[in-house]
T-cell receptor, first 113, second 116 residues
């Protein structure tokens, strides 16, 4: 079956612009996670959804970051007023349920100029 | 503060030999343990999961977990050049509320090079 998909794959934004990153999880996976990966580092947890409920957003670095999953399937990560430090790869992962294996999408590489 | 430590490498292993990758974690509440492989410019790919003490084998891969020592390792037998990648160790904790798990905590990864 289809894996996790993310769009766009690459995004270049001018500093101060808003961006929206989309994640389409594996069908039937109720848990969805967003991570941020800087060059040479492991992914860092941002936020977690169980169906449509955002149960953990402790990793969001500032109030410029906002995520939603209104119908418990597709999720969007929005970054307002982008800054250069937001440049990173944003990874989405889904799992059958909370403690199960997480499968990652291809990521969105965001470059803020 | 949850921490996962890995030697960043590079770890260079001749083709056909056993590659041994190690990981330690700080939180005794850690319950689930995963190894991901990440090729340059790609996203992490799940290789192994392990939940209880001991060894778990899958093909050329063996994961080993020792919760008392807070140590998890990955062995790759008969290493191939295609195994050259960064290997990420990740752990998760079951929260007390509802038994759910929060996000994975990753190490920085070990860069493995298999020399032909």
């Amino acid at each position: 079956g289809a894996g996790v998909s993310q769009s766009p794959r690459y995004k270049v934004a001018k500093r101060g612009q808003d961006v929206a990153l989309r994640c389409d999880p594996i069908s039937g996976h109720v848990s969805l996670f967003w991570y941020q990966q800087a060059l040479g580092q492991g992914p860092e947890f941002l936020t977690y959804f169980q169906n449509e409920a955002q149960l953990d957003k402790s990793g969001l670095p500032s109030d410029r970051f906002f995520a939603e999953r209104p119908e418990g399937s597709v999720s969007t990560l929005k970054i307002q007023r982008t800054q250069q430090e937001d440049s990173a790869v944003y990874l989405c992962a889904s799992s059958f349920n909370r403690a199960y294996e997480q499968y990652f999408g291809p990521g969105t590489r965001l470059t803020v100029t | 503060q949850k921490e996962v430590e890995q030697n960043s490498g590079p770890l260079s292993v001749p083709e056909g030999a056993i590659a041994s990758l190690n990981c330690t974690y700080s939180d005794r509440g850690s319950q689930s343990f995963f190894w991901y492989r990440q090729y340059s410019g790609k996203s992490p790919e799940l290789i192994m999961s392990i939940y209880s003490n001991g060894d778990k084998e899958d093909g050329r891969f063996t994961a080993q977990l020792n919760k008392a020592s807070q140590y998890v390792s990955l062995l790759i037998r008969d290493s191939q050049p295609s195994d050259s990648a960064t290997y990420l160790c990740a752990v998760t904790i079951l929260t007390s509320a509802g038994g759910g798990a929060d996000g994975l905590t990753f190490g920085k990864g070990t860069h493995l090079i298999i020399q032909p």
